[in-house]
């Protein structure tokens, strides 16, 4: 069992940045992938980044230059420093760990998400 907690959305004019966080408690060894995804009304559930315990990262396309992942494994928290937001990064954001169970098996777990509005 993992859980996550999300903080940090709020809105935001265009070009303004948030930071956001993540902490994760529970079974927080068998995490192998934390990260962040963002859904807005309408629109399926998309990855923006993720960080594996291994030290690499992975950015969505439409984030790359902007948003900075950083995961810290001591605190079991990762964050999501976003710079340069646009009309089109409002969205709810979601903290996800996916979890080895097995080799072949893992578990994926959800935050309860944090609403980003940018808006003039």
């Known amino acids: 069992q993992v859980q996550l907690v999300e903080s940090g959305g709020g809105l935001v004019q265009p070009g303004g940045s948030l930071g956001l966080s993540c902490a994760a408690s529970?079974?927080?060894?068998?995490?192998?992938?934390l990260g962040w995804y963002r859904q807005a009304p309408g629109n399926q559930r998309a990855l923006v980044a993720e960080a594996t315990v291994g030290g690499s990262t992975n950015y969505a396309d439409f984030v790359k230059g902007r948003f900075t992942i950083s995961r810290d494994d001591a605190k079991n928290t990762v964050t999501l420093q976003m710079n340069n937001l646009q009309h089109e990064d409002t969205a709810v954001y979601y903290c996800?760990?996916?979890?080895?169970?097995?080799?072949?098996?893992?578990?994926?777990?959800w935050g309860q998400g944090t609403q980003v509005t940018v808006s003039s």
């Open positions: 529970g079974n927080i060894h068998s995490i192998y992938g």
């Open positions: 996800h760990a996916r979890a080895l169970v097995t080799i072949t098996h893992t578990d994926d777990y």
